[in-house]
């Protein structure tokens, strides 16, 4: 009998709810959409969002920075990829672009804390806000949905730095730079990461780094032999350079920092870099030379099979290039000359190549020569002497 009348209340309060909402709407169509959300409220039908990082309009974040949404039921994790999306605009500007997350970026879903942690590659914008905008097609593993879509933003500033605290006290912190990674043409990859020591300065900087090509556990890195960990002795720069193979990835990194005097991490977790060498130049013909008085077209198709095409630059002394940094483009003059059009293909990875042809403007009409028609006999240049 008691367990009846918790459940009579409890139906009262939602049903008070719901006339409430009835009777503060005065559309029909609102009053039942409304008296539904109370219901749904009520049964705990709608997923919800918990928390999130960074926090809703929070100014001042660094680029690097993680986004963390918790949720509070469990994940369909086939529903996840499709409905978020994250979006930056320039400070100051109205509207945001499109969704930038690509295959670059990791997102992972952790069921035990129902948390969806999202990492950018390399890191966020500067100096943006950054949107992050949670879709209506996002489901709970029982198929609850999100009372409505939710976005968010917050803002970045210009301090591309990670910030990882130690392990055993709470004023000590190390911070290093995102990776300056460059796919050189050489049979060497460097790693470059910049170490910023905010410790004083009569407190040494005396932790370690290693750097592992697999992914591992915590206790794992702390039972390594000591002698694979390396010294931090600058609070400048250290260089670490790997050869990997001539084309291909993403090769993995994984960096741990570890505190010798307590044989603790940094963090338990890794700094992960995704390394892609791609020594490869795009491959493209402009074709044979042209000769015309209007204005041609040029769509030249392009082989590029390794990081992608980053951009095109259309050049030439005396022409006009309709559109100089798209794929294709119309080209003109205003003298009458032989002129050289150039394109530059880029690929991400850096490696450029370049192709001309010869463009010649002719718009004067030609001229026939002179001709005389003379009669057989005619003796033009004589006089009669009769």
Do not use: H
Not at 78 to 97: C, H, Q, W
Not at 162 to 168: D, E, H, W, Y
Request: charged share 20%; with cysteine.
């Amino acid at each position: 009998m008691g367990r009846m009348r918790i459940r009579v209340i409890a139906v009262a309060a939602v049903l008070a709810a719901a006339v409430f909402a009835l009777t503060t709407c005065t559309n029909p169509v609102d009053l039942v959409e409304a008296a539904t959300v109370e219901v749904m409220k009520a049964n705990d039908r709608y997923l919800e969002v918990v928390s999130v990082s960074p926090d809703r309009s929070l100014a001042d974040v660094n680029p690097s920075s993680a986004i963390r949404i918790v949720f509070d039921k469990a994940l369909d994790t086939s529903t996840i990829a499709a409905n978020i999306e994250v979006a930056y605009k320039n400070l100051g500007d109205a509207d945001f672009g499109a969704n930038v997350i690509n295959d670059d970026w990791t997102i992972a879903y952790n069921p035990d804390t129902k948390a969806i942690n999202i990492t950018p590659y390399p890191y966020l914008q500067p100096s943006r806000t950054v949107r992050v905008s949670l879709k209506d097609g996002l489901r709970t593993a029982d198929g609850k949905r999100l009372q409505t879509a939710d976005d968010w933003s917050f803002t970045t500033n210009n301090d591309v730095l990670f910030t990882i605290a130690f392990v055993n006290t709470s004023e000590d912190r190390i911070q290093w730079a995102n990776k300056d990674l460059q796919t050189a043409k050489g049979s060497v990859v460097p790693m470059k990461l910049t170490i910023s020591d905010v410790k004083p300065a009569s407190d040494p900087l005396n932790f370690k780094y290693y750097i592992a090509s697999t992914s591992m556990t915590p206790q794992a890195v702390l039972d390594l032999d000591p002698s694979v960990w390396t010294t931090i002795t600058t609070v400048e720069t250290i260089i670490e350079t790997e050869s990997f193979p001539s084309e291909g990835g993403p090769f993995t990194r994984y960096l741990w920092v570890i505190n010798p005097n307590s044989n603790s991490l940094v963090a338990d977790t890794a700094r992960v870099e995704r390394i892609y060498v791609d020594r490869t130049l795009p491959v493209f013909d402009l074709g044979n030379a042209v000769v015309t008085n209007t204005a041609r077209s040029f769509s030249p198709s392009v082989t590029e099979s390794g990081s992608g095409i980053a951009g095109y630059s259309w050049s030439g002394a005396g022409l006009t290039i309709a559109t100089p940094s798209a794929a294709s483009t119309s080209v003109s003059a205003s003298t009458q000359e032989t002129l050289t059009l150039s394109l530059t293909v880029t690929d991400t990875a850096g490696n450029s190549a370049t192709d001309t042809v010869p463009f010649t403007w002719d718009t004067v009409a030609p001229s026939a020569p002179l001709s005389l028609d003379l009669a057989a006999g005619d003796d033009l240049g004589s006089s009669s002497t009769d």
